[in-house]
C-alpha cells in the first residue's frame, strides 16, 4: 500500500503499518479502533486533527513531541494559525482533500522558530472517522527530523511552519491530481 513513500523515520513507518491494519468502511479507519499505545515509543508524536466545514482545523489532540516542537500547548487551538496567511487556504484544501478522496498525506515541515532556528519534521496522516461516523479528522504523526536539542527550550515558540514537500498517498481509492 506504501509504494512509493519515502519513509523519513520508523517511528513514521510503523504508525502507517498499524494505521493500515485498521478496520476500514470505503478506506477509512474509525479514530476509536487506532490504540495509540501501540506506538509506545513514538506516542508522543500523535495529534488528532478536526476539519471543519467552517474552514478552520483543529488540534483535537497533540503529543508532546510537537508540543515540544511548537513550544506551546496546541490542543483546542486552530491548526491553520501556525502557517502564513497566504496559505491557510491552500493548507486546509489539503486536508479537505484527504478527507474527502480519501487518501493519505506524507510531508516535510520545516518549523522557524521566534529565535530563528529551524526544525525540520516528517508528518504522515490518514482520514478516520470520529465517534459519530463522520469522516472530519485527520490522525497524523510527526517525527523530528533533527537534533532532539532542538525542543529543549519550550519557550522558544514556532513562528511560522513550511511544507517543504508532500505527497499523497493511495489508501485504496488511488490520489488526487494536485
Known amino acids: 500500500m506504501f509504494d512509493g513513500v519515502e519513509f523519513k523515520t520508523e517511528s513514521s513507518r510503523d504508525f502507517a503499518e498499524i494505521w493500515d491494519q485498521l478496520p476500514k468502511k470505503d478506506f477509512i479507519a474509525n479514530r476509536a479502533d487506532f490504540d495509540p ?18 474552514g478552520q482545523i483543529t488540534f483535537r489532540l497533540a503529543g508532546t513531541e510537537i508540543v515540544s516542537s511548537l513550544g506551546r500547548e496546541v490542543t483546542g487551538t486552530d491548526y491553520l494559525s501556525l502557517w502564513p496567511e497566504g496559505i491557510r487556504g491552500e ?11 480519501p487518501c ?18 516528517f508528518s504522515i496522516g490518514f482520514p478516520v472517522r470520529n465517534d459519530q ?32 514537500r508532500m505527497k499523497f498517498i493511495d489508501i ?3 490520489t488526487p491530481k494536485m
Open 37 to 54: 499505545m501501540r506506538l509506545r515509543k513514538s506516542i508522543s508524536g500523535v495529534s488528532i486533527n478536526e476539519v471543519s466545514d467552517d
Open 91 to 101: 493548507v486546509y484544501q489539503i486536508f479537505r482533500t484527504l478527507l474527502s478522496f
Open 104 to 121: 493519505g498525506i506524507a510531508a516535510e515541515l520545516k518549523v522557524t522558530k521566534k529565535s530563528g532556528a529551524e526544525v525540520n519534521n
Open 133 to 164: 461516523g463522520v469522516v472530519n479528522q485527520v490522525l497524523l504523526h510527526t517525527s523530528a527530523l533533527d537534533a532532539p536539542n532542538l525542543y529543549e527550550a519550550s519557550d522558544d515558540r514556532a513562528k511560522k511552519l513550511e511544507l517543504v
Open 172 to 174: 485504496g481509492a488511488g
